[in-house]
């Protein structure tokens, strides 16, 4: 019999275990001011982790398609010039280790543009721990729409059953509960422990590193012991 694949642990990316949240403000703060439409910046902090699309429709009223790209492409030019602050969450390569360790998949679960995305792996440098990434070309629409989460569970060959969405956003843990599975939250990309209870989060948590130590009684607990017994 072909063996069961391990249960799976999804995370996201920016602002739950790379620090990048205010950096993605700051550049799209950027890319509405050179199109000339100002939106304050916390109003994009309110929308970061949303796929990019909907951000920009959110914010941008009316505008047309073409301003919409442009947006888009400046928003990723301007990102880019400050990819030197990038930086890993406290904990966070160890969470990853630790996840992999105790024989489950982990698997990055993000929205993020191919470049992006590229940049975020080599900030975390955990490339050999990882069992599954997904990317924005792999859907039309991400969060807080759950199809992200669902090719992640694809990926990894495993049900909601048998896995659990790490993220810091309203929107993922949004995601994660219309394709019915169990999220924890952390806080470090700026948004309130109540917003993420909320939205569904079942256990939030400081950072990856508070997650890490207290790993074992985590739904990441439930699923390594669930592994161990298999």
């Not at 009223?61 to 030197?84: C, I, M, N, P, W």
């Not at 440098?125 to 990317?135: F, G, L």
């Not at 956003?169 to 924890?184: F, G, H, N, Q, Y």
Request: proline residues 5%; glycine residues 8%.
């Amino acid at each position: 019999m072909k063996p069961h694949p391990p249960p799976a642990v999804l995370f996201d990316v920016d602002g739950t275990l790379v620090d990048s949240n205010y950096l993605h403000v700051w550049a799209w703060l950027r890319a509405f001011d050179a199109e000339g439409l100002p939106v304050d910046a916390w109003r994009i902090h309110r929308c970061i982790g949303m796929d990019g699309t909907t951000l920009v429709r959110t914010l941008s009223g009316d505008a047309g398609q073409g301003v919409l790209d442009r947006l888009k492409e400046r928003h990723s030019e301007f990102y880019e010039e400050t990819a030197h602050l990038l930086a890993p969450l406290p904990g966070a390569r160890d969470l990853l280790r630790a996840v992999a360790d105790r024989g489950l998949q982990v698997v990055l679960a993000t929205s993020a543009p191919e470049d992006e995305l590229a940049m975020l792996r080599k900030v975390l440098d955990c490339d050999d721990v990882i069992a599954a990434v997904t990317s924005s070309q792999d859907v039309e629409t991400a969060k807080p729409k759950p199809d992200i989460v669902q090719v992640a569970l694809e990926r990894a060959s495993v049900t909601a059953a048998d896995a659990v969405f790490v993220g810091d956003a309203v929107w993922d843990c949004e995601a994660a509960a219309r394709a019915k599975l169990p999220s924890i939250g952390v806080l470090s990309g700026g948004v309130s422990r109540g917003e993420l209870l909320e939205a569904g989060a079942a256990a939030v948590f400081e950072d990856a590193g508070d997650l890490l130590a207290n790993l074992d009684t985590s739904r990441i607990g439930q699923l390594a012991g669930r592994r161990r017994d298999q």
